[in-house]
């Protein structure tokens, strides 16, 4: 009922992939089968990682939590992406689409402070290594991850009353969920105001969580430089760079899409890079960390024993 009375308009349009409708098929089967190898990879990432006692330690703790918040954050858009392949043209109410921004900026937001947590956790375990278990103790954990959750409300929050309290001029979203950039094309009128508001939320999102990671590793590089062995500057960079990779991901991606003015809004371009980070980079959150991570490799291929063992 909030978002009912805001314009003439009770449902949208997502109009999904119509410039390419000959491709549905074969686009529905391959984000099918990539969501199922999604949700999989980042359930046994996490189930792994809570079994065994040699991860349970903060930097883990961060991963299990970016894991859980992946497949939250993917299965408020995929679901959406497959229905709009399937049927063409979908009809969404306008407190479905309101409900589905607020929760996708909910996790979205609240991972880029997740990887903020990541670097300060890195920051503090390679520059203060005495007093690393002191600084980062559960509780400090716990705390960080409640408040990457409340930044993620507040904003996601905030961003939703902003766009639904407008006035609408049309009820075609050309775009496969209920994203911001597409939903400002509908605002009639001058929609410089909320565009600025847009962009200065954004920025706090995304550019302020960015620059504490930026500082983060400038500390580290420069305290591994320092090192007295090339085994320890070794081992100090191969725990960050399963990380610095990720972010890479996450903030090229999300930062293309929100950090730029709507007149350069492109509706093909835009749905190709809010698929990459809403899909790709949960894919390969997973992989960069098992892959590039030797004691996740041992505790995956010592889950792994204990199943063959079971069967």
């Known amino acids: ?39 999989m990879a980042n359930i046994v990432i996490a189930f792994t990682i809570n079994s065994d006692s040699t991860l349970h330690t903060p930097m883990y703790f ?21 229905e709009t392949l399937m049927v063409g043209t979908v009809s969404i109410s306008k407190t479905r689409c309101a409900m589905q921004m607020f929760f996708f900026l909910l996790f979205g937001v609240a991972e880029c402070f997740l990887l903020a947590a990541m670097s300060l956790d890195r920051y503090f375990a390679i520059c203060y290594p005495l007093h690393y278990t002191i600084i980062v103790s559960s509780r400090v954990c716990r705390s ?16 939703t009353l902003i766009t639904f309290s407008s006035p609408l001029c049309g009820s075609a979203i050309d775009h496969f969920f209920c ?8 605002l009639c009128g001058n929609t410089f105001p909320r565009e600025l508001q847009v962009i200065v939320v954004a920025v706090f999102a995304i550019l302020s ?3 504490l990671i930026l500082y983060s590793y400038i500390r580290i590089i420069s305290t591994i430089l320092h090192m007295a062995s090339a085994e320890s500057q070794q081992r100090a960079f ?37 698929l990459s980070y809403s899909l790709v980079t949960p894919l390969l959150n997973p992989i960069i960390y098992s892959l590039r991570n030797k004691e996740v490799k041992e505790a995956l291929k010592k889950r792994w024993r204990k199943t063959n063992l079971v069967w």
């Open 1 to 39: 009922m909030i978002f009912g009375n805001f314009s003439g308009f009770s449902e949208f349009r997502l109009l999904g992939f119509s410039e390419i409708s000959h491709l549905h098929s074969l686009l529905f089967v391959v984000l099918l089968s990539l969501y199922i190898l999604t949700l």
């Open 62 to 82: 961060f991963l299990t939590q970016l894991s859980c918040l992946d497949v939250c954050y993917l299965s408020v858009v995929i679901p959406t992406i497959l």
């Open 144 to 159: 960080l991850v409640a408040g990457s959750y409340i930044c993620g409300a507040a904003v996601g929050l905030i961003h």
């Open 179 to 186: 994203e911001i950039q597409p939903l400002l094309d509908l």
């Open 209 to 211: 969580p960015f620059l």
């Open 238 to 274: 191969s725990t960050c760079s399963s990380h610095l990779l990720v972010v890479a991901l996450f903030y090229g991606t999300a930062g293309s899409v929100y950090l730029r003015p709507k007149y350069t809004y492109c509706a093909s371009v835009d749905k190709f890079l809010s």
